[in-house]
């Protein structure tokens, strides 16, 4: 069965620091996501993309962050300059339709360690 | 204003009962609703969802929900536990953005 596959799976990085997290969604798939957890807690949405441009942002996702689709496959999310606070795991999604009309697919997450 | 609750943090079941997962929402219109699981160290699997017809859902693994419009809720349930399905259960729903509103999940532990 296809996968979303993100890499690394865990990346430390000091406080400032940009960090580049990868995902290769479902290749069928038309939508994709960031979302974040803290601590195995809630699932927080951060960005949802389509047709090469930001279809919907929450209120963590500030300028700090930014998402390209730079090739056919791959689906990045930058922090440029990284806080502490942004540790966490951090899921790449992908779905055929819109979320909330089809299942997401997630990946196994990124673990993101700021010291 | 459109939400999800979890009311449990954690729900205990021996292995071989029957387990409920509760979930209530707050939401505009018609809901759609989704359960997804996920175990340690991995990202959330997708378990059913409801969007419209029965009001029980049948999904992976032999886990159903039932929707009640009524009582707004969307409990996930399964007749007999496994060991195996320890795990972190969240509800959604999706708002009138096609964005998923998440529950704050509840940790499931099946003990043998």
């Known amino acids: 069965e296809p996968e979303v596959t993100q890499t690394p799976s865990h990346q430390v990085t000091q406080m400032g620091q940009e960090v580049i997290l990868r995902c290769v969604p479902i290749?069928?798939?038309?939508?994709f996501y960031w979302y974040r957890q803290i601590l195995g807690q809630k699932v927080e949405f951060l960005v949802s993309?389509?047709?090469?441009?930001?279809?919907?942002k929450s209120e963590i996702f500030d300028d700090q962050f930014s998402v390209e689709r730079p090739d056919g496959s791959n689906f990045t999310l930058k922090i440029r300059s990284t806080k502490l606070e942004d540790s966490a795991m951090y899921f790449c999604?992908?779905?055929?339709?819109?979320?909330?009309?089809?299942?997401?697919?997630f990946g196994n997450g990124t673990r993101l360690t700021v010291t | 204003a459109q939400s999800v609750a979890q009311p449990e943090d954690q729900v205990n079941v021996a292995e071989g009962n029957p387990l409920t997962v509760k979930c209530t929402y707050s939401?505009?219109?018609?809901?759609?609703l989704f359960w997804y699981v996920q175990y340690p160290n991995r990202g959330l699997q997708f378990l059913l969802k409801y969007i419209t017809g029965d009001n029980l859902v049948k999904g992976s693994y032999g886990f159903e929900a039932e929707f009640n419009k009524s009582q707004t809720s969307f409990h996930l349930k399964k007749p007999s536990a496994l060991v195996s399905d320890s795990a972190l259960y969240f509800c959604?729903?999706?708002?009138?953005?096609?964005?998923?509103?998440w529950g704050a999940g509840t940790k499931l532990i099946i003990k043998p």
């Open positions: 290749s069928n798939h038309l939508y």
């Open positions: 959604a729903v999706r708002d009138s953005n096609y964005q998923l509103i």
């Open positions: 993309f389509y047709n090469n441009e930001i279809s919907e």
């Open positions: 999604a992908s779905s055929e339709g819109r979320a909330g009309n089809s299942p997401l697919h």
């Open positions: 939401v505009s219109g018609n809901p759609y």
